[in-house]
């Protein structure tokens, strides 16, 4: 993966360098994922991201894909979507992720719930 699509995706996600170091980069062989570092040197190009952690990486692209593509769905069939933004929890990647999409569907039109 190219390390500029790299530092897009983490951004896309609302991930800071230390958040997605300690999860997206969690692997089989670094359960704990990795250092700022080694992230900040696979986003300046002077590594290789490990598939597995590309792979982890553009999981969770997708994912965030198929809820705005969701919501986009709801909005071409003539359906209003109101969102809640999401709280704040113990899982920041999931936080993250849900924090990402509401903007996106923010920026589309919806509303949020009161």
């Not at 969690?26 to 990795?34: A, E, H, K, L, N």
């Not at 570092?37 to 994912?63: F, S, Y």
């Not at 986009?72 to 809640?84: D, F, V």
Request: charge should be negative; charged fraction near 30%; aromatic fraction near 6%.
């Amino acid at each position: 993966m190219h390390n500029t699509v790299i530092e897009a995706y983490r951004r896309l996600l609302f991930l800071t360098v230390l958040e997605a170091a300690k999860t997206v980069a969690c692997t089989s062989v670094r359960p704990d994922g990795v250092s700022e570092r080694a992230w900040h040197r696979w986003e300046d190009g002077e590594g290789v991201m490990p598939d597995e952690v590309a792979g982890n990486l553009l999981a969770l692209i997708r994912r965030r894909q198929r809820e705005i593509d969701s919501i986009a769905a709801q909005i071409a069939s003539g359906t209003e979507p109101i969102l809640t933004a999401p709280k704040k929890g113990a899982d920041v990647l999931e936080y993250k992720i849900k924090l990402s999409v509401f903007a996106e569907a923010m920026a589309m039109g919806c509303k949020e719930a009161e």
